[in-house]
């Protein structure tokens, strides 16, 4: 199974400030038709997780463009711009390039 | 709007099985594949299967293929997920969420099933 591996972040971030939290997967995500098979999501306390991006950089519908993905094939960056409030909770990257789905650890962003 | 309810919290004896549905809305069922996924308690997420409600092809995870069992009643637009031999290592929230197949994410979520596997 593809091992995913998420970062911690230095808790709490600034309103206003920025914040990247990183994922590295055991195995490239990158299929044969170009595109990264790199999932977040986002959970809030208490709620379901929310589809933040796929494709590793496409944002869902609905997601504000202070959300950013990027990355190689093994390497991934979720990039917060400007944090707020709501966005406290829970991080998690998801590998879909192959079966059997593994999910990251998650990361907690708490704001201050 | 899509939404995806799920059946209520359940408290169940080790050894015993459980059945969930997942009831969706606001779209057409056979359209989209219908996720599992379990969430231990402060844990992360892990992928149990999926099934496609068209077809009633199912996928699932290796380590969940002897204890989940997963269907769809098309007339009803639900699926269901039934859980057996439970201990509490099952003791966690399921949860249904919608699968876009081509883009393979998951982009409705239901609000999770609380099972507590308790004597």
């Known amino acids: 199974d593809i091992v995913m591996t998420q970062g911690v972040l230095p808790n709490p971030v600034p309103s206003g400030e920025s914040a990247s939290i990183t994922c590295r997967s055991s195995?490239?995500?990158?299929?044969?038709?170009?595109?990264?098979?790199l999932n977040w999501f986002l959970q809030r306390p208490g709620q379901s997780p929310q589809l933040l991006t796929y494709w590793m950089s496409t944002r869902a519908s609905g997601v504000s463009d202070r959300f950013s993905g990027s990355g190689s094939g093994t390497y991934f960056t979720l990039k917060i711009s400007r944090v707020r409030a709501e966005d406290a909770g829970v991080y998690y990257c998801q590998q879909v390039r192959e079966y059997p789905l593994t999910f990251g650890s998650g990361t907690k962003l708490e704001i201050k | 709007q899509v939404k995806l309810l799920q059946s209520g919290a359940a408290l169940v004896k080790p050894g015993d099985s459980v059945k969930m549905s997942c009831k969706a809305s606001?779209?057409?069922?056979?359209?989209?594949?219908i996720h599992w996924v379990k969430q231990s308690h402060g844990k992360s997420l892990e992928w149990i299967g999926y099934i496609n409600p068209y077809s009633g092809g199912t996928n699932y995870n290796e380590k969940f293929k002897s204890k989940a069992t997963l269907t769809v009643d098309k007339s009803s637009s639900t699926a269901y997920m039934e859980f057996s031999r439970l201990t509490s290592e099952d003791s966690a929230i399921y949860y249904c969420?919608?699968?876009?197949?081509?883009?393979?994410?998951?982009?409705?979520w239901g609000q999770g099933v609380m099972v507590t596997v308790s004597s």
């Open positions: 969420a919608r699968g876009v197949l081509r883009i393979i994410a998951f982009d409705y």
């Open positions: 606001g779209y057409t069922f056979t359209d989209y594949i």
């Open positions: 195995k490239s995500l990158v299929y044969k038709d170009g595109k990264t098979y």
